[in-house]
């Protein structure tokens, strides 16, 4: 099926892989282990599984489940909640939760995910129900080169004084030409902010879940925020989003998401509870199953020629893997045959369209069980110099390393051609 060149390749990557696939099966025993004690911890039985309608009051597993995500991930309290449609909603609840009119949110890792822009409105009051439309003002910080500008986080801190009510933190990269932060980073951030103002840390952990073994709210985070299509839904909760953190915090979220006074009290979860229980179980493991994937995929790809980004060798706090073609070709040939090796919609040929809100065309690969989930293997880029695909995810190691040998054999059968 494969050449055998590029068997050799594998053969070689695998080998040269074995410490570091080491390290992330010790990252996933322990989080397993965290996860598993809390499950015993909260006596999780059948009964939850069942689910409410109507208001839900008094739903079991709902609440139970809430406990679950608070002290796996070291936080006092915590929502998750299928009803919250993606990342973008659970960030909004959150953000709209803590700011009023007249603070300044501070972003201290350069702009944010793109999605939030319009959220924010970065670019002004744009009339939609926008931060800036609230009159919440937004300042960020950028990176000074590779590194986090404490000097810039302090002088901004300085600036706007109390005003600052969410320092904001975006964990993983994301699409953006900039680091994924480590634990220990954010670590550091949340001391030196809580050191100097008493503004809420924010972070967007959206992908970082389970990366690691210790999440934000470890070391000194007020809020995290992430979607269950992503990491923590384990490739099994069908939609939904969470924030986790500091009870008072987590409490004006949770105003948000339903109404001021009425919180976590209600909210029917339709028999939803058995995956997203059963998906948070499985969380640690399957994101290993994606990290392993994006190592792998790391190595092959440098091996071919191309630049990779993060190396193979680097340990990851997110899962999303670059590969830079330099050719338009290779990134729609790439993004084709990992389309073609996933287990649904196979047989579909993606080709680069212009994506309504981006400049320049994209193209997309997602043979997902469910839609958009980015847990499971999918690619993606925008077809502009210098053609770079982000991918990230896969159930399963072993079909994510068949769908990264796919992609190549298709790229080496054009360079032969
Ligand atoms: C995926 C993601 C989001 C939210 O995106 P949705 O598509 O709304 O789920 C926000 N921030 C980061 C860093 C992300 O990766």
Known sequence: MFSEKLMTIATEAEKE??????ELERISFENTKRVLEYFKEHRVSDSMFGGTTGYGYDDQGRETLDKIYADVFGAESAFVRHTIANGTSALTIGLFGLLRPGDVMLSVTNRPYDTLCEVIGIDGANGDGSLADFGVEYDQVDFNGDKIDFEGIENKLKQHGDRVKVVFIQRSKGYLNRPTLTIDQIGEICDFVHARSKAWVVVDNCYGEFCEDREPCHVGADMIIGSLIKNPGGGIAQSGGYIAGKARAVELASYRLTSAGTGTEVGATLGQNRDMFKGFFLAPHIVMQAKKTAHFAAYVFEKLGFDVYPKYDEMRSDI????KFGYADGLIKFCQGIQSASAVDSYVTPMPW??????????????????????????????????????QGSLTYESGKIAILTAAEKLLEDKNA
């Open 17 to 22: 892989l074995k410490p570091i696939f080491e």
């Open 320 to 323: 999303i893997q670059t590969v």
């Open 354 to 391: 212009a994506m309504p809100g981006y400049k320049d065309e994209v193209i997309m690969a997602a043979g997902t069980f469910t839609q958009g989930s980015s847990i499971e293997l999918s690619a993606d880029g925008p077809v502009r110099p210098p053609y770079t695909a982000f991918f």
